[in-house]
C-alpha cells in the first residue's frame, strides 16, 4: 500500500520525491474527505512533513515529544507545570499510525 511503501522506502533509502508525492497524495485526499487535523506519528513522515498539505492543520507528534522532553529537562522535573508545554509551530506535518497497518484519516 502506498503510506506503508513510503514509509520502508524511507527506511531505505531517505527522502525521495516520491515518498513526498505519497505523503502529498494521502494528505490531499484527507483534505478532500473534510479532514481538518492531520498528524503525523511516523517518523519517517516526520523526515517530509513539509509535503503535507499545506491547507491542512498539521501536527507533528515528534515535535510535540522532542517539545516535551526540553520543557521537562529545563523545568525542575516532574513538578513542573505541564500547562507550561507548548508545541512547536510548524508549518507542515501530517499523519500515520503503525507501521504494519495502513490508516488514513
Do not use: H, W
Not at 35 to 48: G, H, N, R, Y
Not at 87 to 92: G, M, V
Amino acid at each position: 500500500s502506498g503510506l506503508l511503501a513510503a514509509i520502508r522506502a524511507i527506511k531505505a533509502a531517505g527522502p525521495t520525491q516520491a515518498t513526498r508525492e505519497s505523503l502529498r497524495a494521502a494528505s490531499d485526499a484527507m483534505t478532500r474527505d473534510g479532514v481538518t487535523v492531520q498528524l503525523i506519528a511516523c517518523t519517517e513522515f516526520s523526515l517530509i512533513a513539509d509535503a503535507a498539505d499545506p491547507g491542512a492543520k498539521a501536527v507533528d507528534t515528534l515535535d510535540l515529544l522532542a517539545a516535551g522532553i526540553i520543557a521537562y529537562a529545563t523545568s525542575g522535573g516532574p513538578d513542573a507545570n505541564k500547562a507550561d508545554l507548548q508545541p512547536p509551530t510548524r508549518s507542515a506535518t501530517m499523519l500515520s499510525t503503525d507501521p504494519n497497518k495502513e490508516t488514513i484519516g
